[in-house]
């Protein structure tokens, strides 16, 4: 795969990132795609492994190493190698539903178990990815699938995030008659208004669903399964109902002050400047950072997400609190490859931070005592001790606070983003779904329901893209098996 010694000769290359500063004054993907020189020498970095750990889709010590969609990376990567794009893109389409989607927004744990990594820097898998769906749009290589025959079953997709559009797609496809629903005013789900326009930009995510709709899906939108119509309605006029609708429940926090104005949930944020920008008018319910002390509550990449969109509206300010210790730089003993990677790294929104205000808006080890507010109401301080993390002689994981370390941060927004609990309860509780740990319970994507299943991270709990994608190509297939045996 790719040249016999190419790992040897070339050094990995990433993507180009448009100037920090300069991308701050817009709204547009920060990254611009490798040249074609560079995508042929990574490409020719891939070796002949022998066993190709990138696309095994497994979870070690609760991380996702490999390709949870199994894609045939050494293959493609040795097809752009030798030029031949237009095989490379079918061989990339095989596996991945949405490739423009996880080309850009996936953290890519293919890398992270790559065979070149073991001692060097990992192959650019997912620039390559991202250029070989792009160069196949621009070539018109991408083309409506229409399904030859059509079986007569009507399946109904609730949700049209990455898992309800890829288990409508790959039912599409085997030609039953698709509906999704989708309560928002856009088909997307998360990758409309949870990603921001710097990672995903919209116009990407509406070429994918005219293309599905082109291709015999119908999409319904600003219609609530639950509300608009009901879940036995539903299911009287489909044959069977995929259930797709995240876990979306935010986790909040709990904490003297939450009353406050100008604390807000993180996705309410990302959300609502979203459908600014897409409409090109601002809610009552907006949330605008300008001119303002901005503290994000949570350390992943909501978090970082926030910071890169208080950034782009003039914040003042801001800081990002974590709860856990700053990352070492290399992997530790317990931390082996292939497993994921838990190195630090400097994320866009942190580069754009740092040239903005010249530091790291991090602050790790940082725990939230209570929030504070002027004769008005609004928010004004931050109340914050810091932390020390132990581990027991039993190996349990202990924050102790750490005396004489309390600090008052000035502020005039919060978001908090901490997380997710769950699916919202009330649609569960009228379909009759069980649950088990705050999450769908079921057995081959079934539910207790015959004919309701479910798929993304309301079966699995909050997760990556790509295995939300993962997730709907296997329920689809288990909706398939069910509806044939009616026929």
């Known amino acids: 795969m790719g040249k016999a010694t190419g790992f040897m000769e070339y050094v990995r ?4 990132k ?11 993907e920060y990254t611009d795609p490798f040249s074609t020189d560079m995508l042929v020498r990574q490409g020719a970095r891939c070796m002949d492994c022998g066993t190709p750990f990138c696309h095994m889709g497994m979870e070690l010590n609760g991380l996702t190493s490999g390709c949870p969609i199994h894609n045939l990376i050494p293959e493609w990567n040795d097809l752009v190698y030798r030029g031949r794009w237009k095989e490379a893109f079918d061989r990339l389409v095989k596996t ?5 989607f996880t080309g850009r927004v996936c953290p890519a744990p293919c890398e992270g178990s790559c065979t070149v990594a073991i001692s060097d820097r990992a192959v650019a898998i997912k620039g390559i990815e991202r250029a070989i769906i792009d160069r196949a749009f621009e070539k018109g290589w991408v083309q409506p699938r229409i399904p030859k025959k059509r079986t007569g079953k009507k399946v109904a997709v609730i949700g049209s995030g990455p898992a309800g559009l890829a288990c409508a797609d790959e039912l599409n496809q085997a030609g039953h008659f698709v509906t999704v629903y989708e309560r928002d005013d856009r088909v997307g789900g998360l990758l409309t208004y949870g990603i921001p326009n710097m990672k995903l930009g919209k116009d990407v995510v509406e070429r994918r669903a005219r293309l599905l709709e082109e291709e015999g899906i119908t999409f319904i939108t600003n219609t609530e399964v639950g509300k608009h119509i009901t879940a036995d309605e539903l299911r009287k006029q489909y044959d069977a109902v995929v259930l797709c609708i995240g876990a979306q429940k935010q986790r909040d926090l709990v904490i003297e002050g939450r009353e406050l104005d100008g604390i807000h949930l993180a996705m309410d944020y990302l959300t609502v400047t979203t459908k600014w920008l897409l409409t090109g008018k601002k809610e009552e319910t907006f949330i605008d950072a300008k001119h303002k002390h901005v503290i994000v509550i949570g350390g992943g990449d909501t978090g970082a997400d926030c910071v890169a969109t208080a950034l782009r509206q003039q914040c003042k300010s801001v800081v990002q609190f974590g709860k856990h210790p700053a990352l070492p730089k290399e992997r530790t003993d317990d931390n082996p490859w292939p497993q994921y990677p838990l190195i630090f790294t400097v994320d866009y929104a942190y580069e754009e931070a740092e040239a903005k205000f010249g530091a790291d808006p991090r602050q790790y080890c940082i725990q939230t005592k ?8 609004k928010v004004k301080a931050l109340y914050t001790i810091q932390m020390e993390k132990i581990v027991d002689k039993h190996g349990r994981v202990i924050f102790k606070e750490i005396p004489g370390t309390e600090k008052v941060w000035p502020c005039d927004l919060v978001l908090i983003a901490i997380g997710f609990e769950g699916p919202e309860q009330p649609l569960l509780q009228q379909f009759r779904i069980e649950t088990v740990n705050k999450k769908v319970k079921a057995v081959s994507y079934k539910t207790n329901v015959e004919g309701v299943f479910v798929a993304g991270d ?9 295995w939300a994608i993962h997730e709907g190509r296997e329920a689809a297939k288990e909706v398939d098996r069910f509806l044939m045996m009616m026929s």
């Open 458 to 466: 309301a079966r699995r709990g909050q997760s990556l893209v790509v």
């Open 13 to 16: 290359e990433e993507e180009k």
């Open 18 to 28: 448009r100037d920090p500063l300069s991308r701050l004054g817009d709204w547009k």
């Open 370 to 377: 209570k929030i504070v507010g002027d004769e008005s109401g």
């Open 96 to 100: 991945n539903n949405f490739p423009e």
